[in-house]
C-alpha cells in the first residue's frame, strides 16, 4: 500500500460525525481494494501515480476570484479548498428550495439515506471521497417546486491544496430545477468532488459539469443520478483536461418511462489527460436514454472514454443509443475509447457508434477554396463540430458564456 | 411457442456420439516428465523439448485470466491428460486404406468424406483424433506444387528449420495463459507451407475430433504463405457428449510474407453441453497472424459450439498496405457462454481492416463481442470499419460488447458502429403474411442478418453453416 493511501486512511479513521455509520462501510471496502494501476480496468489508460508523488495540504486561506458566468441570474454555493465561502454564496432562497450545509446534514432526515444511494461502490476515489468529504451541501428542492433560477455550485481550488467534497440533490415529485456544478483552479491540487442527485416522479432536471480545470490541477469526481418514474434528465458536461481529469457519469433509471440525455464536450491540450466513464443503467423497462461525447485532442494530449449502456433482465422496450466522435489535431496526440453495451433484454433498441479521426480534407479544401485561412478553416469546422452539442443546451446563458471559452481554448491549442 | 423454444433447447447434439477405439492414453496430471513423454513419442529433436519446457515454466507462473464475461468453473489441470492416441496409430498407416475402418466410420457419421471422392470436391484433409493427426490426404499431389501440407510433428522432423524459424513468432510461449500451456504440450496439428508465388491447387482442410474422455485437445496450426503465394484453409471440430468439461486449448499462427493471402475459415461445433450447461467444451484459443507488406489474412468464423468460447482471432498488419478482415457469426443457446472477437493492430502505413461480428443469443445464453482496433503511431492513412450486431431471441439472454479502440496517429480512421435488437415484429409480420411458418421465418431473417459472413465463406462451408444455424435455431421463435 503506498503511504498516500495509508496517510489517507488514517486520516478517515479520524473523521467522526453523522455520516460514520456509511463511511465506515466504505472505508472497510476500501482497505480490501487494491491501489489502481494499469491493469486495473477502470483505470487502464489514467496512470494516477501523480498524486502519491504530489504534497498537499489541507486547504488555504486565500482569496479567490470567482469566475462569473454573464448574464446568468443564479443561486450561487462557492466553496473555495472545499471550504464554503458565505460572502460569495447567496443566502436568500426561494421557496421550495433548502440548502444544508454537509457538516450540518443530520438536521435532514433523508440526507443519510441519500448518501451513497446512487453513486456505486465501484469507484476508488469515490470511497476516498465517501469516507474524507465533510465539507459540501444538501439541496433538496420540494415537490411541484419551480425554481427558475439554476443553483451554481461553485468549487475553486488553489494551489497545493486537498480537498474532498460532497453534493447531495433531492429533486421532489414534479419538481423543476436547474443545477450548474462549476469547478475550476489551474494550479496543482488534488480534489474529489461527487454528487449524488435523486430525481423524483415527474420530475425534471437540468444539469451542468464545467468541468474546467486545466493545467497542473488533479481532479476526480463524477455525477451519479438516479431518476423515477418518468423523471427527465438533461446533462450537459464541458471537461477541459488536466494533469489528471477523471469524471463518472453514472444515470440510473430507476423508474419507468425515464428520459436522460448526456451531452459532453471536451477539448485537450498539452500533454492533458481527460477520462469520461459514462454508464447508463436501465434497470426498469420502458425508458429512454441518449449520449453524445465530441472530443477535440490536439498536442500530447490523451482523450479517454468509457461508455456503457447496460440493460437489465426484463427491462424490455428500451431505447438507447451512445454516440462518441472525436477529432485528433496532432501527431502525438491519442485517444482511447471502449463504448459498451450490455444487454440482457430482447426487445430493446441499443446503438452505439464512435468515430476517429483528422478534420475532412475536403472540406478543408472547400474552405480554403474560398479564401478561408487554413487555421481559421481548422477553427470553424472543429468548432462546428462541438457547436451542435453547445446549441441544445437549454440555458442560453451558459451557451453564450461558453462559446468564446471554447472558441479561446482552439485559438491557443497545438495545431500540428 | 414456449414448448418448440423448449423442445429446440433440449434437442440433441449431432455429432454427440463417442467413437469405441482402443487409445493410448496417458494418465492425468501435468510435470515436465509428462512434457518429456510427449516429446519423446513425437520423436521431437532437443531444441523442440527445451521449447515445449521453457513454456510450462513460464505457464506455471502465470494467474488464469478472468477478465472475459464467461463464468465457468475453473479447472483442475491436474486431473486431464495431455495426450491420448488411436492405438492403432503406433505404427502410422501410410495410405488411407490402412486406417482403422472404425475410425473412418466415425469421419463418414460427421459427413467429412475422407476418401478418394474428396478429390471431386477438391480438399486436401488433415485429420487429427485426440491428440495426434490421423490421416492427411493428398499430400503427394500437393507437394509437386511444392506445397506442404502435413501435421506439424512430422514437420518438426521433416522441416525443423522452418517451424523453428517461425513457431512462436507469432502467439510467443509468453503471450497468455492458455497459449503458454499450447506451447508446452501440444500434441498435433497442422503444417502448410505455400512456396513463393504459388496459389494452392485445393482448399486445405482440418477436422478435429475429441473422442476420449478426461483428455485435452491441444494443436497447434502453423501456416505460412510465402511471397506472393495464396491458401484458403478450412477448420472444422466436433467432440462426443460428456458430462464433463473438456478443455480445448489451441494455437493457431499464421505468416503471410510480402503480398501473400491466407483466408481462414472456421466452422466450430464444439459439443456445447445440455440446456443446464452441464458438460461441453472449454474452447480457449489464440488465433492470430501477422501481415508483411500488401499481404492479407482473412479470418471467417462461424461459432456454434462450446460451452465456453474465449477466442479472438487477431491481425497484427505490420507491413505497409496491408489487410485484415475477420467476418463472424456466434450463435449461442442454451447455458452457452461466448466471449469472442478479433484484435486489429495497424503498424503498417495504409493498412486497412474490416471486421463485421455478428452475435445471435437464444436460450439463456451470453454471447460478447470484444475487440480491439489498435492504430499505432505509423499507422499512416490506416483505416478501419467495425460493425457489430447482435439479435436477441428469447427474453434470458445476453447480447454484450466490449469494443476497445485506441488511436494514435490523426490520418488514420477508425469508425465502429454496433446494434442491438430482436427479430422486428414487422419483419415477421411480413414473412407470416406472405405464408411462411414463424421458424421458417426467423430462420430466413437471421440467414439474412449473417448473410455478409456467410458470403465470405468457401462454397461447401457456407452450405454447412447455414444448415448448422438452422439447426440451432429452430423452435427458438418466442
Known amino acids: 500500500m503506498s503511504s498516500w493511501l495509508a496517510n489517507t486512511i488514517s486520516e478517515a479513521e479520524q473523521v467522526n460525525d453523522w455520516l460514520s455509520p456509511k463511511r465506515a462501510e466504505s472505508l472497510a471496502l476500501l482497505k480490501n481494494t487494491p491501489w489502481p494501476n494499469r491493469k486495473t480496468e477502470a483505470w487502464r489508460y489514467t496512470p494516477i501515480n501523480v498524486i502519491e508523488r504530489a504534497r498537499f495540504s489541507a486547504a488555504n486561506d486565500t482569496d479567490v476570484q470567482i469566475t462569473a458566468i454573464e448574464n446568468l441570474d443564479s443561486i450561487d454555493l462557492v466553496f473555495i479548498d472545499g471550504i464554503f465561502n458565505l460572502q460569495a454564496s447567496t443566502n436568500d432562497f426561494p421557496e421550495g428550495l433548502f440548502i444544508t450545509q454537509l457538516s450540518e446534514g443530520q438536521s435532514c432526515e433523508w440526507a443519510l439515506d441519500g448518501f451513497k444511494k446512487t453513486k456505486p461502490n465501484k469507484h476508488f476515489f469515490g470511497l476516498i471521497n465517501d469516507a474524507l468529504a465533510t465539507s459540501g451541501c444538501i439541496i433538496d428542492v420540494a415537490a411541484n417546486a419551480r425554481i427558475e433560477r439554476p443553483i451554481r455550485i461553485v468549487q475553486s481550488f488553489t494551489s497545493g491544496s486537498q480537498s474532498h467534497t460532497r453534493i447531495l440533490v433531492r429533486v421532489g415529485p414534479s419538481a423543476k430545477v436547474s443545477v450548474v456544478e462549476q469547478l475550476q483552479g489551474d494550479e496543482l491540487c488534488f480534489n474529489t468532488s461527487f454528487a449524488e442527485y435523486d430525481i423524483g416522479e415527474a420530475a425534471t432536471l437540468e444539469h451542468y459539469r464545467l468541468a474546467m480545470q486545466c493545467q497542473a490541477a488533479i481532479s476526480i469526481g463524477g455525477s451519479h443520478f438516479s431518476l423515477a418514474q418518468s423523471a427527465k434528465l438533461t446533462s450537459n458536461l464541458i471537461g477541459f483536461g488536466s494533469q489528471l481529469s477523471r469524471v463518472d457519469m453514472d444515470i440510473i433509471h430507476a423508474g419507468e418511462n425515464a428520459i436522460s440525455k448526456l451531452n459532453v464536450i471536451y477539448l485537450l491540450d498539452g500533454k492533458e489527460l481527460f477520462d469520461l466513464h459514462s454508464s447508463f443503467e436501465h434497470t426498469v423497462a420502458n425508458g429512454t436514454s441518449d449520449q453524445n461525447i465530441r472530443c477535440i485532442v490536439a498536442d500530447r494530449a490523451n482523450a479517454v472514454f468509457n461508455g456503457r449502456i447496460h440493460i437489465h433482465r426484463d427491462a424490455q422496450k428500451i431505447l438507447a443509443s451512445m454516440n462518441n466522435r472525436n477529432l485528433l489535431m496532432s501527431e502525438d496526440a491519442q485517444v482511447n475509447t471502449k463504448p459498451e453495451l450490455e444487454i440482457y433484454a430482447d426487445d430493446v433498441r441499443c446503438a452505439h457508434g464512435v468515430t476517429i479521426a483528422e478534420i475532412d480534407e475536403q472540406a478543408m479544401f472547400y474552405l480554403q477554396s474560398r479564401g478561408v485561412s487554413r487555421i481559421d478553416a481548422q477553427v470553424i469546422l472543429s468548432f462546428g463540430f462541438i457547436n451542435e452539442l453547445v446549441d441544445q443546451m437549454p440555458n442560453v446563458a451558459i451557451a453564450d458564456w461558453l462559446r468564446p471559452q471554447l472558441r479561446n481554448r482552439f485559438a491557443n491549442m497545438e495545431i500540428r | 411457442m414456449t414448448d418448440q423454444l423448449d423442445e429446440a433447447l433440449q434437442r440433441e447434439y449431432e455429432a454427440g456420439f463417442v467413437s469405441d477405439i482402443e487409445s493410448r492414453t496417458f494418465e492425468p496430471g501435468l510435470d515436465e516428465d509428462v512434457i518429456r513423454r510427449i516429446s519423446a513419442m513425437k520423436e521431437e529433436p532437443q531444441w523442440m523439448l527445451d521449447w515445449r519446457l521453457k513454456a510450462f515454466a513460464l505457464w506455471q507462473k502465470m494467474p488464469e485470466p478472468d477478465w472475459a464475461h464467461i463464468q465457468y468453473e475453473k479447472m483442475d489441470f491436474q486431473s486431464i491428460s495431455y495426450y491420448s492416441a488411436p492405438k492403432s496409430m503406433d505404427d502410422r498407416p501410410k495410405s488411407l486404406d490402412e486406417v482403422d475402418p472404425e475410425l473412418l466410420a466415425t469421419y463418414e457419421k460427421l459427413g467429412i468424406p475422407l476418401i478418394e471422392q474428396q478429390q471431386l470436391a477438391g480438399i486436401a484433409v488433415d485429420v487429427v483424433f485426440d491428440s495426434v493427426s490421423v490421416v492427411t490426404t493428398f499430400r503427394e499431389k500437393l507437394k509437386e506444387q511444392g506445397v506442404i501440407f502435413c501435421p506439424i510433428s512430422d514437420a518438426i522432423r521433416e522441416h525443423p528449420e522452418l517451424v523453428q524459424k517461425y513457431l512462436g513468432s507469432v502467439v510467443s510461449q509468453k503471450d497468455n495463459f492458455f497459449a503458454a500451456l499450447n506451447c508446452a504440450v501440444f500434441t498435433d496439428g497442422s503444417f502448410v507451407y505455400i512456396p513463393k508465388g504459388t496459389r494452392c491447387p485445393m482448399e486445405l482442410s482440418t477436422y478435429f475430433r475429441i473422442n476420449e474422455l478426461n483428455t485435452g485437445q491441444f494443436e497447434r496450426t502453423l501456416i505460412i504463405a510465402d511471397e506472393g503465394s495464396h491458401v484458403s484453409y478450412l477448420e472444422g471440430c466436433t ?78 498488419l505490420k507491413g505497409d498496405n496491408s489487410i485484415g478482415e475477420f467476418y463472424s457469426v456466434a450463435l449461442t443457446r442454451g447455458a452457452q457462454q461466448a466471449d469472442t472477437g478479433t484484435k486489429m493492430i495497424h503498424l503498417g502505413k495504409n493498412t486497412r481492416s474490416t471486421i463485421i461480428s455478428k452475435g445471435i443469443s437464444a436460450g439463456k445464453s451470453n454471447n460478447s463481442y470484444r475487440g480491439l482496433v489498435h492504430m499505432g503511431k505509423g499507422a499512416k492513412g490506416a483505416r478501419n470499419f467495425t460493425q457489430c450486431d447482435s439479435l436477441l431471441i428469447g427474453d434470458k439472454c445476453g447480447a454484450h460488447t466490449f469494443p476497445y479502440v485506441e488511436s494514435r496517429n490523426p490520418t488514420a480512421i477508425v469508425e465502429h458502429e454496433a446494434t442491438t435488437s430482436k427479430v422486428s415484429d414487422d419483419q415477421m409480420f411480413l414473412c407470416r403474411q406472405r405464408g411462411l411458418d414463424p421458424e421458417k421465418a426467423v430462420s430466413m431473417i437471421v440467414n439474412g442478418f449473417c448473410k455478409e459472413v456467410f458470403k465470405e465463406l468457401p462454397m461447401e462451408f457456407a452450405v454447412e453453416a447455414g444448415k448448422l444455424l438452422e439447426i440451432s435455431l429452430e423452435g427458438s421463435v418466442g
Request: overall charge negative.
Open chain 2, 239 to 316: 467432440a462426443p457428449q460428456r458430462d464433463e468439461n473438456q478443455l480445448h486449448a489451441a494455437v493457431v499462427e499464421l505468416i503471410c510474407l510480402d503480398n501473400a493471402e491466407i483466408k481462414y475459415s472456421t466452422v466450430q461445433n464444439w459439443y456445447p453441453g445440455d440446456e443446464n450447461g452441464k458438460g461441453g467444451i472449454y474452447n480457449f484459443v489464440t488465433k492470430r497472424g501477422i501481415c508483411h507488406d500488401s499481404a492479407k489474412i482473412s479470418w471467417t468464423q462461424v461459432e456454434t459450439g462450446s460451452a465456453v468460447t474465449w477466442k479472438y482471432p487477431s491481425c497484427i
